[in-house]
């Protein structure tokens, strides 16, 4: 059973920084292309940050670049994503997912970043 748990999320004030964590089990986890997604209330679920298996390949929404940070640590079944100058904008319940192909098949339970004004 693929799983994939998210931490990291919280409370931040505009300006600041989290980083966010997902571990994943119950897959070969450096076959996997890895991304994070986001879902604002009253919005759909959107891509953030992706990074394929080998982590030399990495691709941003035009939200995110210069500010997030996207990695892995494939000894440690981990992507990370850095978040800094975080705006209220990029508050969501964010999301890990894994792809052994082009569509990523597994999701997290998500995490909440709030980012207040």
């Known amino acids: 059973q693929v799983l994939l748990v998210e931490s990291g999320g919280g409370l931040v004030h505009a300006g600041g920084s989290l980083r966010l964590s997902c571990v994943a089990s119950?897959?070969?986890?450096?076959?996997?292309?890895m991304g994070w997604f986001r879902q604002a209330p009253g919005k759909e679920r959107e891509f953030v940050a992706g990074?394929?298996?080998?982590?030399?390949?990495?691709a941003y929404a035009d939200s995110a670049k210069g500010r997030f940070t996207i990695s892995r640590d494939n000894a440690k079944n981990t992507v990370y994503l850095q978040m800094n100058s975080l705006e209220p904008e990029d508050t969501a319940v964010y999301y890990c997912?894994?792809?052994?192909?082009?569509?990523?098949?597994?999701w997290g339970q998500g995490t909440q970043v709030t980012v207040s004004s």
């Open positions: 990074i394929d298996w080998t982590g030399s390949n990495i």
């Open positions: 119950g897959l070969t986890f450096g076959a996997y292309g």
């Open positions: 997912a894994a792809r052994p192909g082009i569509k990523f098949n597994f």
